[in-house]
């Protein structure tokens, strides 16, 4: 979703708020010096911070 404009994500509300009633939900994010992409889950709150704390490691980095 990274080039999606707002009005992009209000034409696609409909399909992600389905998406989100889905359990086993990831992300790919390019991680680990970006070298290639890495899924993690996003379930759970938790799941939430986790993928954060990774984005935000590497651009600390």
Same mark, same amino acid.
Request: charged share 15%; proline share 5%; glycine share 10%.
């Given at each position: ?10 034409? $696609?509300?409909?399909? $992600?708020?389905? &998406?989100?009633?889905?359990?086993? &939900? ?6 680990? *010096? *970006?070298? *290639?992409?890495? =899924? $993690? ?9 986790? &993928?954060?704390?990774?984005?935000? =490691?590497? $651009?600390?980095?």
């Amino acid at each position: 979703m990274k080039h999606a404009t707002p009005s992009t994500l209000a034409t $696609l509300e409909p399909l $992600l708020r389905q &998406l989100r009633a889905l359990h086993g &939900l990831f992300a790919d994010a390019k991680l680990a *010096g *970006g070298r *290639g992409f890495q =899924r $993690l889950p996003v379930d759970t709150a938790a799941q939430w911070q986790g &993928l954060l704390a990774a984005v935000g =490691r590497v $651009l600390a980095a």
